[in-house]
């Protein structure tokens, strides 16, 4: 081979790998400029956006190895069937401090999508601490997921007489087991009132 042919060779492999950087550099910074929101398409078309040539599934090998995966949108789950009846008052009413803990506590079902499906997320918050109490993860929100959520915020706190427990007016806050644990443990219900996502917008 002749040396300017193998000149040329190295030259245009270098040209290649530091193409590759400066694609992987920009692709880093798309996806931490837009604080990891940004999957594979939405990084694509900005690269687009921004002249670069490149095909999307490089972007989707790159990303890949530079472990970016976009966050996935978190949805509010309404969990709301129809009025049932009364069950509580909003004793909250959006004063969501609180002078110590085990005092207010809050809890809501969160709906998250995936590529796979959906998952939904359980959580009990404590008012004073901002810490979560107690979870459960489920693929359907369904009462189950609300007693294992539950049991584990008993088995860690039993004595629980007087403490707050807010929610908003979803079916499983409304069901006569959820209702029945709550008396049992001394616990007082407040639930938001219909249509107003603010009453327990610390969740």
């Known amino acids: 081979m002749p040396k300017s042919t193998y000149y040329f ?5 270098d040209a290649v790998k530091i193409r590759n950087k400066n694609i992987e550099n920009k692709i880093f910074d798309i996806f931490n400029n837009h604080k990891g929101r940004y999957g594979v398409r939405r990084v694509y078309r900005e690269l687009l956006n921004q002249g670069y040539t490149i095909n999307h ?3 989707q090998r790159i990303m890949h190895e530079l472990k970016l995966f976009g966050k996935r ?30 005092q207010k506590w809050s809890t809501d079902v969160s709906q998250f999508n995936f590529s796979w499906g959906k998952c939904y997320i359980s959580p009990i918050l404590d008012m004073y601490t901002n810490e979560i109490i107690s979870y459960d993860l489920s693929l359907s929100p ?20 007087n403490l707050i427990l807010h929610s908003d007016q979803g079916w499983q806050y409304q069901h006569k087991y959820y ?16 249509g107003n996502c603010y009453d327990n917008s610390i969740m």
């Open 179 to 194: 209702i029945r644990e709550l008396k049992k443990h001394g616990i007082i219900q407040s639930m938001s009132r219909k």
């Open 73 to 102: 949108p978190r949805e509010k789950y309404h969990s709301y069937k129809g009025k049932v009846g009364k069950i509580a008052d909003n004793i909250i009413d959006r004063n969501f401090k609180a002078n110590k803990p085990l």
């Open 142 to 161: 369904n009462l189950e997921q609300i007693s294992n959520m539950l049991m584990k915020a008993f088995n860690k706190f039993p004595i629980l007489n």
């Open 9 to 13: 060779e190295i030259n245009k492999v």
């Open 57 to 59: 599934k490089k972007v």
